[in-house]
């Protein structure tokens, strides 16, 4: 069992990366994408996530565009006057194949999601459907497929078609082909489906290309994401991912109801940082027989049995660790005997009732019950006269965890916390898209969110 040591640790650290957060860089986490991987395009999930966009999505998307279709409208196959995003949408629902896709395709074929002024051929033939490398689109017997309507649709049909029939056609997941002089292996149907719509290395990296560049979701820094079907869960830091490699980690140190689940696409966006193999502030003995606490990815050693015991530890938490696993954090200042107040503490003014977070000499002014019940809501609270508390210097006031959601009563603006930074969420589209939830939302006092410097807008 946990001491109440440990839980004391436990919050400062949170604190302590809270004080650092704000002077790390923030990121642009438009990353730079993995290499194109031939094998592997979209997932499956992207591909048939029907409900992904709603008409008056697809609609927005087209308007924040520069091209024909956010003012094109023409004759549906039903011989109903409706706009491109409608075509696009009934298309996706009636075949149950994403709208991204067929926006994608769009862009890919004939650039029409971009280009204000294409040509009637452009149009008409906007998906590509029934046009053979070395067929001519004058040919008599694709007539019948002219058009943008029909050419959405039956690019919808032919997509699910390859789903549902996979073995009706040379190019299989799984199996090997020669496309382009390269050997292409899809690892997934959706893959497979481009290659067979397409049998080109080119036009899949170009799909691929505009699929992430349209639809990739950027997290802020302290977003903790879990892979579509996989056990594997994210911690986002630096612009990197950090794998949470066990369940004691993931209870200890997040909350699971924070976690937003994301598809292999959007998880291969990212470089992949080092692991997270223990909780922060385990004990960790060495082969050799120091024992470490793991602070923030530095350990330190604990320089003997007396300061272990005056610390209030428990022998029964130390973890043995090999030196591979050590080596994954850098090793910082010894705990000594002439360390002051190493937990820090929570002081109250019995005047005022203002409550702060005292270490190393420094009191951390705590703006709101929210922000304390977020930060140390296991910290004892000593009242103390003002004359106690003037004795520390005053320091910055205490911030959010990253990754918490925050608004003040009267405001619409969401703000996620990122590296000690608020970032507004531009929408509540942005919100819902990107996987947050409503519910965790923290309802805070204006003072509490201005110790958060302004941070870029989160766009999605």
């Not at 030196?323 to 937990?343: C, H, K, M």
Request: net charge negative; with cysteine.
């Amino acid at each position: 069992m946990k001491t109440g040591i440990y839980y004391l640790l436990m919050c400062l650290f949170i604190f302590s990366a809270a004080l650092h957060g704000a002077q790390a860089q923030e990121l642009n986490n438009h990353t730079q994408a993995r290499p194109f991987n031939p094998n592997f395009i979209i997932d499956d999930y992207e591909f048939i996530d029907v409900s992904s966009m709603s008409v008056e999505a697809i609609r927005r998307f087209l308007n924040s565009k520069s091209g024909i279709l956010k003012s094109y409208s023409v004759i549906d196959i039903d011989g109903v006057e409706r706009d491109a995003a409608e075509i696009i949408g009934r298309a996706a629902l009636n075949y149950s194949i994403n709208p991204k896709f067929i926006l994608a395709l769009l862009q890919r074929e004939q650039s029409l999601i971009e280009d204000s002024n294409p040509s009637t051929r452009d149009l008409d033939w906007a998906t590509g459907y029934a046009v053979c490398d070395s067929c001519s689109t004058d040919d008599p017997g694709i007539q019948k497929f002219k058009g943008f309507a029909i050419q959405v649709d039956r690019a919808a049909w032919r997509q699910r078609y390859y789903y549902e029939h996979p073995f009706e056609f040379g190019v299989r997941v799984g199996g090997t082909s020669l496309i382009d002089n390269t050997l292409i292996t899809p690892v997934n149907q959706a893959t497979a489906n481009l290659y067979i719509y397409t049998p080109h290395l080119n036009g899949n990296r170009n799909f691929w290309t505009i699929w992430n560049d349209y639809f990739s979701r950027n997290y802020p820094d302290g977003t903790i994401l879990k892979e579509r079907d996989t056990d594997n869960i994210w911690l986002l830091t630096n612009g990197k991912l950090r794998l949470v490699t066990s369940r004691a980690t993931m209870m200890a140190d997040y909350d699971p109801n924070k976690i937003i689940i994301v598809s292999t696409n959007d998880i291969m966006r990212y470089d992949i940082g080092v692991p997270i193999k223990f909780p922060n502030y385990s004990l960790l003995r060495s082969p050799r027989g120091t024992v470490y606490l793991l602070v923030n990815d530095v350990r330190r050693g604990i320089t003997s049995r007396e300061i272990f015991r005056g610390l209030g530890f428990n022998p029964e938490e130390i973890i043995d660790a090999s030196w591979e696993d050590l080596n994954l954090y850098s090793e910082g200042v010894p705990i000594t005997s002439t360390e002051a107040q190493p937990l820090g503490e929570l002081l109250q003014n019995k005047i005022t009732g203002g409550v702060y977070y005292v270490a190393y000499g420094v009191r951390h002014p705590i703006k709101s019950r929210e922000i304390l019940r977020n930060r140390f809501s296991r910290y004892p609270i000593k009242p103390v006269s003002p004359e106690m508390l003037s004795k520390y210097y005053l320091g910055d006031a205490v911030k959010f965890k990253d990754g918490e959601l925050v608004t003040t009563s009267g405001e619409t603006t969401v703000y996620v916390i990122s590296n000690g930074q608020k970032r507004p969420v531009v929408s509540s589209e942005v919100f819902t898209e990107l996987g947050y939830r409503w519910s965790n939302i923290i309802h805070t006092t204006p003072d509490a969110v201005a110790v958060h410097p302004d941070g870029a807008p989160i766009t999605g």
